[in-house]
C-alpha cells in the first residue's frame, strides 16, 4: 500500500521569499513522486517528478525537490516566489512498475502569494 | 492546439438528468483517463482506456459510462445525476498504459448538479 501526505493545507509567503511545500509519503518499495500544479480553473501540469535518478529534480518555473529516503520526504521548494505561483501544488506517488492506474494523489497545498 | 481538451467546461444540470463530457487528445497517446476532483480537492481515479480498451474501472457507480470510440477520445456519459456528483473531472492521457510515462491532463469539466 501507498499512501502521500501533504503537512500543509495552505500555505502563505511573500513575494521574492523562499516556497517550501512538504510532502511525506509511504511506499513499500522506492516509489516514483511527481509534483503537480493547478492553477485556479486549469487542469493540472506536471511541475517535476523522480523516478530513481538523481535525488534533487529540477522542473519547470524554478520549481526543485529533494527525494530523501531515510525521511521518506519530497519536500518542493523555490528560491523566491513569484505572483504567478499562486496555486494548488499536489504530492504524487506511484509504486514502481506499475502504470498511471496507481498514482496516489495527496489533498493539495493552496499556495498564496502575498504582494 | 491544446493537447488534451475537454467540454463543456462548466456544466449545471438537475438531479435526474443525463449529460455528457467529451474529451480528446492530439498527442498520439495510447491512454485515456477521467479522473474525478471532489469538493476537498481530493483527485481519484475513475476509468482508464489503452487503445479503446477499458483497462481500469474503479469503484465507480454503473451510472458512469465511459466510451472510447477511438484512442484519441475518450467521452464520459452519466445517467440520472445525483447531488453527490457535482465534482471537477479530469481528462487524461499517457503514452501508454503500463510503462508510468508521464500524464497529461485537460482543464477539467466543473459539474454541478441542483
Known amino acids: 500500500a501507498q499512501s502521500v501526505t501533504q503537512l500543509d493545507s495552505h500555505v502563505s509567503v511573500s513575494e521574492g521569499t523562499p516556497v517550501l511545500l512538504r510532502c511525506n509519503y509511504s511506499?513499500?518499495?522506492?516509489?516514483?513522486l511527481f509534483w503537480y500544479v493547478q492553477h485556479p480553473n486549469k487542469g493540472l501540469q506536471l511541475l517535476l517528478k523522480y523516478t530513481s535518478a538523481a535525488t534533487l529534480v529540477k522542473g519547470i518555473n524554478g520549481f526543485e525537490a529533494e527525494f530523501k529516503k531515510s525521511e521518506t520526504s519530497f519536500h518542493l521548494t523555490k528560491p523566491s516566489a513569484h505572483m504567478s505561483d499562486a496555486a494548488e501544488y499536489f504530492c504524487?506517488?506511484?509504486?514502481?512498475?506499475?502504470?498511471?492506474?496507481?498514482?496516489?494523489f495527496g489533498t493539495g497545498t493552496r499556495l498564496t502569494i502575498i504582494p | 492546439d491544446t493537447a488534451v481538451s475537454q467540454t463543456p467546461k462548466y456544466l449545471v444540470t438537475q438531479m435526474g438528468n443525463d449529460k455528457s463530457i467529451k474529451c480528446e487528445q492530439n498527442?498520439?497517446?495510447?491512454?485515456m483517463y477521467w479522473y474525478k476532483q471532489d469538493s476537498k480537492k481530493f483527485l481519484k481515479i475513475m476509468f482508464s482506456y489503452n487503445n479503446k480498451e477499458l483497462i481500469i474501472n474503479e469503484t465507480v457507480p454503473n451510472r458512469f459510462s465511459p466510451k472510447s470510440p477511438d484512442k484519441a477520445h475518450l467521452n464520459l456519459h452519466i445517467n440520472s445525476l445525483e447531488l453527490g456528483d457535482s465534482a471537477v473531472y479530469f481528462c487524461?492521457?499517457?503514452?501508454?498504459?503500463?510503462?508510468?510515462?508521464?500524464?497529461?491532463f485537460g482543464e477539467g469539466s466543473w459539474l454541478t448538479v441542483v
Open positions: 504524487v506517488v506511484r509504486p514502481p512498475n506499475f502504470g498511471n492506474e496507481k498514482l496516489t
Open positions: 511506499s513499500s518499495y522506492s516509489p516514483s
Open positions: 487524461a492521457s499517457s503514452p501508454d498504459a503500463f510503462s508510468g510515462n508521464t500524464i497529461y
Open positions: 498527442l498520439g497517446h495510447d491512454t
